[in-house]
């Protein structure tokens, strides 16, 4: 019996690889509720009923592009159900010193955007999501912090609530008649998953230098090797052209 083409697509669905994401570059663990810190859209947290932005401390110990942000949070649910008062999210990365972000998103919720249930509700009774956003640009190496924030439909309707993290400490910052500076408190921390991939791809031991070590493990898979990270030059094989690269690279990466 020769079968039907919706039963071959079915099956090709079920056999078909999940896409696969880049590789963690920084995290804080989830805990194991769905309580947090209210985070509203830094500047515009001024016109929410929460006025207040927190920022999470983390360190890249060399340069990454960035794809994805992954980050659990939920509403205080007593107006509207769910993330129905929430517009979409502002992602920024800030230094240490607070003033212009090196990276800012202000990312809708829709295609591209994806949030999931988790099952776990909060004490107010919102149910929390598993939220990943799509990121691009570059964050050198150092020590980063990262804000997330929910653009608000009805500035006075539900809160977004940003999940606690295990490992506590983060920056906030509080508007009256006008923004405080960012203070340390670490006695909260929340929740985070960035993922991004090397922006060096010939630092191939991602030691945040190009150095001898690369071209050892570049002479480790010398000859024919389609998809290794040393193959520079993507001919699918290790050769001197590919060496030659990782010399001409030699350094930090930056």
Not at 23 to 31: D, F, G, H, K
Request: a negative charge; charged letters at 15%; one cysteine or more.
């Amino acid at each position: 019996m020769t079968p039907r083409p919706a039963i071959l697509l079915a099956a090709l669905l079920v056999s078909a690889p999940a896409v696969a994401l880049d590789p963690i570059v920084a995290s804080n663990l989830l805990i194991d509720n769905a309580d947090g810190i209210f985070s509203g859209a830094y500047p515009l947290a001024s016109t929410h009923f929460y006025p207040q932005c927190v920022a999470a401390p983390f360190t890249l110990t060399a340069s990454r592009r960035l794809s994805s942000l992954t980050f659990w949070g939920s509403s205080d649910f007593t107006v509207t159900s769910r993330l129905a008062n929430v517009r979409g999210y502002e992602v920024r990365f800030y230094d240490a010193t607070f003033t212009t972000p090196a990276l800012q998103f202000s990312i809708l919720r829709g295609p591209g955007v994806v949030e999931t249930l988790t099952q776990r509700v909060n004490t107010f009774g919102g149910e929390e999501y598993e939220v990943r956003v799509p990121l691009s640009g570059t964050l050198a190496s150092g020590t980063w912090y990262v804000h997330v924030g929910a653009r608000l439909i009805d500035p006075d309707g539900d809160a977004w609530m940003w999940t606690n993290g295990a490992r506590k400490g983060l920056r906030f910052t509080t508007y009256t008649t006008s923004w405080g500076a960012w203070a340390n408190d670490n006695t909260a921390g929340v929740a985070f998953e960035l993922r991004g991939t090397p922006n060096c791809p010939a630092d191939l031991d991602t030691s945040g230098t190009i150095d001898l070590g690369d071209v050892a493990l570049a002479m480790l898979e010398f000859g024919p090797c389609p998809g290794c990270a040393a193959d520079l030059d993507g001919t699918g094989q290790v050769d001197f052209s590919d060496i030659a690269l990782l010399l001409l690279d030699m350094g930090p990466c930056v």
